[in-house]
């Protein structure tokens, strides 16, 4: 590969284009700025640059592209590079990232709204856009200006860049990170912060759950499957289910974490969104130009079909010792770590059924995933001679492991005719992703992607926002005025021990305990004289968490709390484990496993 790493290949001393499915797209010929404002932060380095180094790889950038980072920092492009290859190598092959490093700069500036240091970047890129017009004849050039920076001071860099820094004759695009507020009137004033200065067309507010496989596969799945969509409706739903589940806590985030809460982060925006694609209804046109405005169209008609939430329909927990993070100052804070809530979809398609997001830290497993639950079959368990038939669900995993089942009835092999229930099963990783992890790019490069093909679906638009926070703004306002006290849980736990009952009472979900989805793979719970080998539960909790036979902290919690073990606080699961941890890698096999908790 040469230095520049064009979107070419040499066959036969003869240059030849590298065809991608972008190939044809008039932006992908021209010139392209990306400037990433606030590049010395982690997200910057973390999710930015390596999603940008990912679509470089793949020849999904014009092979002109230059990368400038902005920043207060003083540092150079060199030290900015060295500062970056850590979280690239292994990425791609080592002359691609060097090829990629080498069109990484940076402009260091006193303020995010320093106008002569922004008018020192656009005299950069524009030195950039002249030679590519004299060397290549590019004469049209775009800039993508990348916003990983926190709220208080979008006004000022857009400020800055709307004065000093837009193309002259291409597209000027901005990508905005959340939070989008922590209320409805914190909204309205960060929208108005950058609203002043661009339009509604060159804002791109990214969501990276509506980057994630499964969710973008939601459309294709509800509206191009007979099936699918004859039954997504109230006449054969019972309950559909929105879960986040971390299996850590605040660890050091807790000063930022207190301010907003699990609610505010998590159900407010990612999981309503995701809500909002699986229950919106169809668009006239899901592909191509159009279609972007036509579902966010959607997305607010089934917004505005949602009443705001009412403190009746919420259950709070928050987990024991998260007070003890140094960087929380109120030690009585009643922020939730956990949340329930309850809302409905007052149209003719959903009146009725119960809509659950469910989220929270420190849990027993790291899980995102949708569930719907239909309605029992008529008459079932007078037809099975007095049996409780399991209800059918369709599960779409989102992480750990892409992969969608749905949970059917068959008989039981044998004699018996006892309906027991099975699955219709695809896992992403074995059916698609074996071979190549290509096919299956991370949310921030897809939603990169969206935004220089101008294809605005999968961001959140303004009026969007506006009525997600008057669903919420009430209920939260009444927990912060009221302190409201949530249920404390046990870290590595499930959650309070109230919340399955309130759950139940709120979704009407009937749980089939006879069977368990566990990591990707199907299995069924052990016999009752199985289950008197304590060997053989631990290892199967072991199992669960492990990575190459050896699991880290949090799999060791959640380890643990499989096994009928527990710990009150974090402080106190972080020294057991360094008690275990004799080599202190971060690291315990099962023997070092069973021998503590066989002791314990």
Known sequence: MTKEHRSSVAVDSKTVEKVTHVSGEQWIKEGLAIVIVGASGDLAKKKTYPSLLSLFNGYLLPSNVVIYGYARSKITNEQLREKLRPYLDGKAKSDVIEDFLSRCYYQAGDSYGDLASWSALNNSIMTYEQDLKVAKGIDKSNRLFYFAIPPNVFAETGKAIKSECMSLNGFSRMIVEKPFGRDLESCKDILHRLGQYFDEQSLYRIDHYLGKEL???LMVMRFSNLWMENMFNRNFVQCIMLTFKEPFGTEGRGGYFDQYGIIRDIIQNHLLQVMCLLCMECPNKLDGPESGEKIRNEKVRLLEAMSPVTIDEVFLGQYEGYTDDETITNKESNCPTFAIIRCFINNPRWAGVPIIFKAGKAL?????EMRVQFKSAPAAETLFGGVEVPRNELVMKLQPGESVYLKSNIKTPGFSSIPIQSELEVKYDTRYFAESSSSNPDAYSRLILDVLRGRSANFVRSDELIRAWEIFTPVLHQIDEENNRPHIYK??????DAADKFFVEKSG???????IWEDGNICRRT?????????AILKVAFEKFATNGRIDLNGFIGAAVN???GFKTMAEAQTAFDTIDKDGDGHICFKEFYEFLDTA
């Open 491 to 496: 870290v590595g736990s499930r959650g309070p």
């Open 215 to 217: 969710v973008q596969n």
């Open 364 to 368: 027993n497993e790291r899980k995102a």
């Open 509 to 515: 979900y009937l749980r089939n305990d006879a069977y």
């Open 527 to 535: 016999t009752p004289e199985e289950q008197k080998s304590d060997g």
């Open 563 to 565: 096994s009928g073990e």
